[in-house]
């Protein structure tokens, strides 16, 4: 991480030899590293590829091998700042997507836990439920991560708006109950 974060500070390029874990060989890349950000304890890096117009994401403990090059120049990018991830639960956005206002029911029991560790930081509260259970509201965008801590509350959540995350979460929650039953 040290050599990353120099490269970042110093502006240097990277040659990276990258291996996802959907690839059977390290790709070998020309990396603008912009950003190091942790999620869920792991790091990965922001930046942009030599041959790519929008930034990247990878992982560090995916990267195999990196050293500093002098060419080509470094290509800043001013949006890729330590905001660029501020509306976003995890590390996954697009440039140019934007923030929606979800809004989701959190059931009694688990209420509380919600309340003190937010989903993000503009978490609200809309309403508090006689019964104990609360709607909550946060304005981020919509990505991966953020299903998935959803999904990680089974039936203590429901998305209640935006229609189009609500749908998708009832599918995906559809598709894991039809997985389940098949096996039962």
Same mark, same amino acid.
């Given at each position: ?44 890096? !922001?930046?942009? @590829?030599?041959?790519? !117009?929008?930034?990247? %994401? ?16 470094? @290509? ?16 996954? +956005? ?22 003190? +560790? ?6 609200? %509260? ?12 946060? $304005? ?16 203590? %959540?429901?998305? !209640? ?16 109950? $039809? ?6």
């Amino acid at each position: 991480m040290e050599g990353i974060y120099a490269a970042i500070v110093e502006q240097k390029v990277l040659k990276v030899e990258y291996q996802s874990f959907k690839a059977m060989v390290p790709q070998t890349m020309v990396l603008h590293a912009h950003l190091l950000k942790e999620f869920r304890n792991r790091w990965f890096v !922001l930046g942009m @590829r030599d041959d790519r !117009l929008h930034p990247q %994401i990878f992982a560090l403990d995916r990267i195999k091998s990196f050293e500093p090059i002098d060419t080509p120049a470094f @290509r800043f990018d001013p949006e890729l700042d330590a905001n660029w991830l501020q509306d976003a639960i995890g590390v996954t +956005k697009t440039r140019g997507q934007k923030t929606i206002t979800v809004q989701f029911w959190v059931s009694a029991d688990q209420s509380p836990y919600v309340q003190t +560790k937010p989903f993000h930081h503009s978490q609200q %509260i809309v309403e508090q439920r006689e019964d104990g259970s609360t709607v909550f509201s946060i $304005e981020v965008i919509q990505n991966l991560e953020l299903e998935r801590e959803f999904l990680g509350f089974a039936e203590d %959540i429901e998305v !209640l708006a935006p229609r189009l995350l609500r749908k998708r979460m009832a599918m995906r929650l559809k598709k894991a109950s $039809e997985t389940y039953l098949k096996s039962v």
